[in-house]
C-alpha cells in the first residue's frame, strides 16, 4: 500500500447521492415524476389488531361453563329449544 500525503484525503461531500437523478430545473416541481410513499399492511398484521380490538375473555364465565359441561348439568331442554329456535330463526 502506498500513501502519498494530505492531498489524497477528500474534502467535504455533498449530501445527493452520486447515483439519484436530477432532471429539470432546481426548484421546479414534477408531479409526475414525483416520488410517493407507500405503505402495506400484511394479512398477519390485519388480523393481530383485529384480535386486539376483540372485547376482553370473560374468565369468570368460561370456568363456569367448563364447570357445568364437566358436571353434565349444561345442556338443559330450555338451553337446547333456545339454541334451536335461534337457528331456525337465522335459516327462515
Do not use: F
Not at 416541481?29 to 405503505?39: K, R, S, T, V
Not at 367448563?66 to 331442554?77: D, F, K, L, N, V
Amino acid at each position: 500500500m502506498e500513501i502519498y500525503g494530505p492531498h489524497s484525503v477528500h474534502g467535504p461531500q455533498p449530501l445527493g447521492a452520486p447515483h439519484v437523478m436530477r432532471t429539470g430545473q432546481p426548484g421546479s416541481a414534477d408531479p409526475a415524476g414525483a416520488i410517493q410513499d407507500e405503505l402495506t399492511i400484511s394479512e398477519a398484521a390485519q388480523a393481530l389488531e383485529q384480535a386486539q380490538q376483540t372485547p376482553a375473555i370473560r374468565q369468570d364465565l368460561v370456568a363456569r361453563v367448563r364447570a357445568e359441561i364437566a358436571a353434565g348439568t349444561y345442556e338443559t331442554p330450555e338451553k337446547l329449544q333456545m339454541a334451536l329456535n335461534r337457528l331456525l330463526d337465522e335459516l327462515g
